[in-house]
């Protein structure tokens, strides 16, 4: 609000000082929209661009602490993962155990380094049984890279919150909380059942390997988690539950700590200085960024997407006439922006343009369109993954 009251100010005061300057109330007018043009856009890039300096430089930092953790790694490991939008990746403090699971495969991979078997399989039934019991909050508190990221120096009115504590496999693995001989007798069947492969790695390391298959409706018991905020979300964005679910689904396979190399974060994969900066303002009535932890809150990331996608929908988009051609659009500018959506139908970013084309065709030959015309593949593959998983979700949720 604070902007506005700058930019209105500026407004009023270039009136003032130019009436006397120009004999016709006409010339005037003209003389003032430019000035008002010319001030407000300066105050504008002025103002954002102390913000994204300020926010590209805390960026810096996080990659050099990104580099720098990689960098520890590599004594120990020839190609160490880190997480990313559909794979969680986890170390013990030493950095000798490794936990990674892979929503989008539904696999659960431990791999530890370790003088002999007996030693790996005292270290895997260790991972095995924290992998499958720790919430989203102790994770956090328990990653050595998450600790070394949230103690980065925040720009000034950078948002930041607490995570909130959600089972991540918990309740895929079992039909209620474990409890300690429900941890201790899954991990004894699965050890059982399930070979540990070695092999030795560039640093002459051994290196010993448990694969578990997560089961297959891991996508649908994920999504039950955050049922409730989805459903906030759909009533008060005036969204159908089933677009949100299949968002989240696309972009992360509901892993809650999803970070893409933009970056963009959480379930909902949110950029910070673009869709996040919408968002938040449209949510609160304040342009501001939010830090990777504020994504990391599921209730904050999809209040935060469902917003963007209000925002797609009922603003951006709104000259669209055909709700259904609409959906099709806002599903593919949440990947690839609206004005790239406008590109497929005009030569043109402007989406007020493209809406007349776009409302003298059907949603079937408007989705036909994106898919042919979108400028790069990634978008056309979004919109036909999304579509199909609305359907699905739609069945689950809405039927």
Sequence with gaps: ??????????????????????????????????????????EFINYKSASLHNFDAYKKAQQKAYNSYKNELLKYWDNPELTEETKLVHYTKDKKTKTAIDFKHKLLQIETIAKSKKEAEKKIKKALIKAVSINTQELYKNDALLQKLSHIPKPKNMVNAKIDPK?????????????????????????LHTKIKSRKNKKNKNIFTLNVKLPKNTNYKRSMIYRNEVSYASKKEKLPRSLIFAIMHTESSFNPYARSYVPAYGLMQIVPKTAGIDAYFYLYGKKRLVTGNYLYNSKNNIKMGSAYLHILYYRYLKDIKDPQSRLYCTIAAYNTGAGNVSRAFVNSYNTHKAAKVINRLTPDEVYAKLLQDLRYEEPKKYLKNVTKRMKIYQKIYES
Aim: proline share 4%; aromatic share 12%; glycine share 2%.
């Design 1 to 42: 609000m604070q902007i506005q009251k700058i930019l209105y100010k500026s407004f009023i005061g270039t009136l003032l000082c130019t009436t006397a300057l120009y004999s016709t109330p006409f010339e005037n007018y003209k003389h003032n929209l430019v000035n008002m043009f010319q001030n407000n856009k300066q």
């Design 167 to 191: 089972p991540i496999l918990s309740n895929v693995v079992f039909s209620q909380t474990p409890d300690k001989e429900d941890l201790l007798l899954y991990t004894k069947k699965t050890l």
